[in-house]
């Protein structure tokens, strides 16, 4: 029906081996599944999926692990290291990026996610704000994109478990215009990234820092 969100159930197996089902927004399921690997820790990069392709009802994964299983939370957050990468550019930057992706078209019930790097920029949108990122990272990762120069702009408010996807990749700045949570903020540090809460009021979170006139510092 015109106006009614569309809601898609992704089956998806890796190595043969049906995993549990993803609800999202129907498009870019292979971006979406890259994306759930690499942020959940269960494959090292890109080049450990060999192989995404839809087998029926089924988008069948070859990867060079043996389980896609994700850990718990807390110990995905263990996992994770500091990133080291420097700043990609200056603080207006990330605000434009950020104004950019509240002017794109607000579709129905979704959100938006916005990976940029080295001028390239990807906008994924989907009904789960975990499913926008991963589908953002995916076509980074497919596309050979850097992600340790990348900025990730968010329609939703920025908990934990965006934070710590954005960490997995390896992804050192971060900006919502929405709330920031508390362990995000605390977990930023921790990794040192650096989180832009745009709007109004424009406010820096996290371990990375940027300098007078706007500059990466």
């Not at 263990?78 to 605000?95: G, K, T, Y």
């Not at 406010?203 to 300098?211: D, H, L, P, S, T």
Request: hydrophobic letters at 45%; proline letters at 4%.
């Amino acid at each position: 029906m015109d106006g009614m969100m569309q809601e898609y159930i992704l089956r998806w197996a890796l190595n043969g081996v049906e995993q549990a089902s993803m609800l999202c927004s129907p498009g870019e399921e292979k971006e979406l599944v890259t994306g759930y690997l690499l942020t959940g820790m269960t494959v090292p990069g890109p080049a450990s999926i060999r192989g995404i392709e839809r087998v029926g009802e089924v988008w069948q994964v070859s990867a060079d692990v043996s389980a896609a299983a994700r850990t718990d939370l807390c110990r995905r957050l263990a996992l994770i290291r500091p990133c080291e990468a420097p700043l990609p550019c200056a603080a207006e930057e990330v605000l434009r990026l950020s104004e950019a992706l509240t002017a794109t078209d607000k579709r129905s019930g979704q959100h938006a996610a916005l990976i940029a790097v080295r001028g390239e920029i990807a906008v994924s949108r989907d009904i789960g704000r975990h499913n926008a990122l991963d589908k953002a990272i995916g076509r980074a990762a497919r596309a050979g994109w850097p992600l340790s120069q990348a900025v990730f702009c968010t329609s939703g408010r920025l908990s934990i478990e965006i934070l710590a996807k954005a960490a997995a990749a390896g992804i050192p700045v971060v900006c919502t215009r929405k709330q920031v949570g508390d362990l995000a903020d605390r977990y930023a540090a921790a990794w040192n990234i650096a989180v832009v809460q745009a709007g109004k009021a424009v406010r820096f979170f996290g371990a990375k820092r940027f300098g007078e006139g706007g500059e990466a510092g």
